[in-house]
Every structure is written in C-alpha cells, then in structure tokens.
C-alpha cells in the first residue's frame, strides 16, 4: 500500500501494562510525527522525527511515553506501565521533508483501551 | 493553553445547504492555517489551507475565509452532501515550524 500504516488496529491492555504501537511511513518521507487523539479533543502533538535528526520529544506527556525510529523508516511508540488516561487514538503521520507546512499524510490510528 | 478555538462541536446540516465551521487563534506567529476531514476509522486528511496574504480560498465547494486582524478563519462547506459527514478540524502553525497545532473539531452531519 502507498499510505501509513499503523498496528496493531485496536489494542486493549491492563494498566500497568507495556504496549509498543508501530508505525510504516510512505516510502521515502524522512519527516514523521506521533500525535495522540482523546475522545472529544484535537490532536495533541507527541514526537517529530526528521531524518537522522535527533527527534523532538518536546510533546511527550511523561517519561513513560518514548519512541524510536529505525533506519529512519519504521517508528514505534512505547508507552510503559498504561494508565486509564492514557487510553486514546495514536495517530502516526511522514511527510515527504520536515516542516508542517508540508503535508502531513495520517495513517488509520491506533485505538488503545486501558483496562 | 488552547491556541486554536473551534466552534461548533457539532453541525446538522440539511443537504444542499452551507456548513461553517469557525476557527480563533492566538499566535500572531501562525502564519499557514490547514483544515483537515476524518471520516470514522480513518486518519485526518488534508482538505484545503490558506495562507494570510489572502482572504479566501475556494477549492470546490470548500471555502476558506480569512480574517487576519480578527485572527479567526472559517470552512464553508457549499451544497453539503451527505458524503461529507465527518470531523473536521482545523489547525494552524508557524513559519518553520513543523508542530500543528489543531482545534478540538467539529463533528458534521448532513441529513438528506
């Protein structure tokens, strides 16, 4: 497929609990971007990763939340010991270069449901 | 701190008619304003932007307005088909900047 991916689609898990989300940008976009949608609100900016850079984790909630991004093409969001308020919509975007007036391409998201 | 104030929550709309969806900012520094259509499942995409040195910009039937000294700036939505009932959002950044910086969404509903 020529779009972002996300998995797993939906992911239910105890608090407390560790849980990795996966991200497959566009082939050759250097630039992407973790953002967190909870129920009612816009999207709340997480991580930016632009090429070989080091990221810009300014958007991360708490130091439980961290993320990685292999040969500068899969990433993946790893939230350590869940808690109930984390439960939300992670939605992963690439863009062909850095800069948001480039545009930002979402994937489908990942549903997360704290227990 | 919410930089980005959109209203309304939620739009009925009767098919063929206009929706309007506004939008307020607080950043002098904002300066490219993006909207951007989630259907249910779906990530958003983007649907029309606009950048300050004009004051509209129509694509189709979107729309949007803009009004600099007010800092606000608006989606019209002409002949509102059912197709396009879903959230939309707006969102605005900085020069250089690479964070969005978007509004809580407005979830639309087009009644035949």
């Given at each position: 497929?020529?779009?972002?991916?996300?998995?797993?689609?939906?992911?239910?898990?105890e608090?407390?609990?560790?849980?990795?989300?996966?991200?497959?940008?566009?082939?050759?976009?250097?630039a992407?971007?973790?953002?967190?949608?909870?129920?009612?609100?816009?999207?709340?900016?997480?991580?930016?990763?632009?090429?070989?850079?080091?990221?810009?984790?300014?958007?991360?909630?708490?130091?439980?939340?961290?993320?990685?991004?292999?040969?500068?093409?899969?990433?993946?969001?790893?939230?350590?010991r869940?808690?109930?308020?984390?439960?939300?919509?992670?939605?992963?975007?690439?863009?062909?270069v850095?800069?948001?007036?480039?545009?930002?391409?979402?994937?489908?998201?990942?549903?997360?449901?704290?227990? | 701190q919410?930089?980005?104030?959109?209203?309304?929550?939620?739009?009925?709309?009767?098919?063929?008619?206009?929706?309007?969806?506004?939008?307020?900012?607080?950043?002098?520094?904002?300066?490219?304003?993006?909207?951007?259509?989630?259907?249910?499942?779906?990530?958003?995409?983007?649907?029309?932007?606009?950048?300050?040195?004009?004051?509209?910009?129509?694509?189709?039937?979107?729309?949007?307005?803009?009004?600099?000294?007010?800092?606000?700036?608006?989606?019209?939505?002409m002949?509102?088909?059912?197709?396009?009932?879903?959230?939309?959002?707006?969102?605005?950044?900085?020069?250089?900047?690479?964070?969005?910086?978007?509004g809580?969404?407005?979830?639309?509903?087009?009644?035949?």
């Open positions: 497929g020529a779009g972002v991916s996300q998995s797993p689609s939906n992911k239910v898990t608090k407390g609990k560790d849980v990795e989300l996966r991200c497959d940008p566009i082939s050759g976009h250097t992407l971007y973790w953002y967190r949608q909870s129920l009612g609100q816009g999207l709340e900016f997480l991580i930016y990763f632009q090429g070989n850079s080091a990221p810009d984790k300014s958007g991360l909630p708490s130091d439980r939340f961290s993320a990685e991004r292999t040969g500068g093409s899969v990433s993946t969001l790893t939230i350590q869940t808690q109930q308020e984390d439960s939300a919509v992670y939605l992963c975007a690439s863009s062909l850095g800069g948001s007036v480039n545009e930002q391409f979402f994937g489908p998201g990942t549903r997360l449901t704290v227990l | 919410q930089q980005v104030k959109q209203s309304p929550q939620s739009l009925i709309v009767q098919k063929g008619g206009i929706s309007i969806i506004n939008c307020a900012y607080e950043n002098t520094a904002f300066d490219y304003f993006p909207w951007y259509q989630q259907f249910p499942g779906k990530g958003p995409a983007l649907l029309i932007a606009i950048r300050p040195d004009v004051s509209e910009k129509k694509e189709g039937r979107f729309t949007i307005s803009f009004n600099k000294s007010a800092k606000q700036f608006s989606l019209h939505i002949d509102s088909q059912p197709g396009d009932s879903a959230t939309y959002f707006c969102a605005a950044t900085g020069a250089g900047s690479y964070q969005l910086t978007f809580k969404g407005t979830k639309l509903s087009v009644i035949p």
